[in-house]
């Protein structure tokens, strides 16, 4: 998926410039980390640009967290997070190519649920990543493709789990688009990004 231009979430920019900083990293030092161009990195940041979901997963990456970590923060500047409400419509979101991402809870927290909506009938690179995670369709119809272990079609009400490690991609079957949440566990900062 290529980076998208215009209204990026300038909260997620923020959280990233902040990450980036407390680290000591330069703009360009960031940028070359993560395998991105420094002009498109700027603008992230400034929320002139929104990056698409492998992006934000080097970038994540690079900063040493998850992306839904880097999600969950970006709605709040509270270090530790005892409640979170997340209304309908609302929530630091990433519209990209397949769809868009929604994170379900805002700061730090133990779980970090994101709602994916999913219009990509083909798949994408494979993602892994050393947390487990559970995806739970809402609505419509998804094949999940986890690499040796298998494919999956799901539909509503059904879950899949899958391990750390484990890579997976997943796309839309038939009309959409599907809803999915994805849980993955919170805490230290787990290291994620596509598999090469």
């Known amino acids: 998926m290529a980076e998208g231009r215009g209204t990026g979430d300038d909260r997620l920019g923020r959280r990233i410039r902040d990450r980036r900083r407390s680290q000591g990293l330069t703009l360009v030092a960031l940028a070359e980390r993560a395998g991105l161009s420094q002009p498109f990195l700027s603008q992230l940041e400034r929320g002139l640009a929104q990056p698409s979901m492998a992006s934000l997963h080097r970038l994540a990456r690079s900063l040493g967290t998850s992306t839904p970590a880097l999600m969950a923060e970006a709605g709040t500047d509270a270090d530790e997070t005892r409640v979170s409400l997340v209304r309908a419509g609302t929530g630091t979101t990433v519209h990209h190519d397949g769809g868009s991402t929604r994170s379900l809870v805002e700061g730090r927290a133990g779980l970090l649920p994101l709602e994916f909506t999913v219009t990509n009938p083909e798949f994408d690179d494979y993602y892994s990543h050393a947390v487990a995670e559970v995806l739970y369709v809402l609505a419509g119809r998804i ?10 079609e799901l539909g509503p009400a059904d879950c899949l789990y899958y391990g750390g490690s484990v890579p997976h991609r997943f796309r839309l079957v038939g009309a959409g688009p599907a809803r999915v949440l994805v849980v993955q566990p919170g805490g230290p900062p787990a290291r994620t990004g596509p598999e090469n």
């Open 143 to 152: 094949e999940v493709d986890l690499g040796g272990d298998g494919r999956h």
